[in-house]
């Protein structure tokens, strides 16, 4: 497709249970971004892959999270153990190089919407 | 650390009017860029405009131009002639220049709501 595609819309889970959200990025782009944003706050950085260098994960806020990305292509968010606290909108985003191209945008899919019961 | 202040939680405009919105920035960087974005109902984040802090013209697109001004880290986005698909959370966002993590660092947004 043209734009960044995330998949689910959106996702309504237990507590305790585990979710995993996609993302599928511009065709092309090689880096890809998640961001988290809770109810009336900005986005929070989670996690960046560029290429098929080592992700930086400096932004996931715990060892309950963790997101790969195969092939240089799809992503997935993986949430272990979801607790209410994690229910917010997990926002997608890729671009072309993250590093010498750093003036490049960022393009962003739609967001899955996630609620923890 | 960089962080991204936008003190207007919430703005109103007239159709047709000009609104400002603020806001301001800390980093020990001297070349960066910045963003806003825009975010209707429908959660994608749009780009509205960006600037390169290295340019001292302030960037404009169509409608929408930034007061951007360095010494005061202060980048305010002015939107004229405002229209009713203007309204949605707008977003200031801040990206160094050539980081090895392109990361944005994010405002908490501005809600617009524009009055017809």
């Known amino acids: 497709g043209a734009g960044v595609s995330q998949s689910p819309s959106n996702k309504v889970t237990e507590k305790g249970k585990d979710v995993e959200l996609r993302c599928d990025p511009i065709?092309?782009?090689?880096?890809l971004y998640w961001y988290r944003q809770s109810l009336g706050q900005g986005l929070e950085f989670l996690i960046y892959?560029?290429?098929?260098?080592?992700?930086?994960k400096s932004g996931l806020p715990s060892d309950r999270f963790s997101a790969e990305r195969t092939g240089g292509s799809v992503s997935t968010l993986t949430i272990q153990r979801t607790q209410q606290e994690d229910s917010a909108v997990y926002l997608c985003a890729s671009s072309l190089k993250g590093r010498e191209n750093s003036n490049q945008p960022q393009h962003f899919g739609d967001g899955t919407r996630l609620s923890i019961l | 650390a960089q962080t991204v202040t936008q003190s207007q939680p919430e703005m109103s405009v007239q159709e047709a009017e000009t609104v400002t919105l603020s806001c301001t920035y800390d980093t020990s960087e001297s070349d960066y860029y910045l963003f806003w974005y825009k975010q209707p109902p429908s959660r994608q984040m749009i780009l509205v405009i960006r600037q390169e802090a290295y340019k001292q013209q302030n960037a404009t697109e169509n409608r929408f131009s930034v007061n951007f001004q360095k010494a005061a880290k202060s980048f305010s986005l002015k939107i004229s002639d405002s229209q009713l698909g203007d309204a949605a959370m707008y977003f200031c966002?801040?990206?160094?220049?050539?980081?090895?993590?392109?990361?944005?660092?994010f405002g908490r947004g501005t809600q617009l709501t524009v009055w017809p």
């Open positions: 966002a801040y990206r160094n220049r050539g980081s090895t993590l392109g990361r944005l660092y």
């Open positions: 892959f560029q290429g098929n260098s080592a992700p930086d």
């Open positions: 065709s092309g782009h090689t880096a």
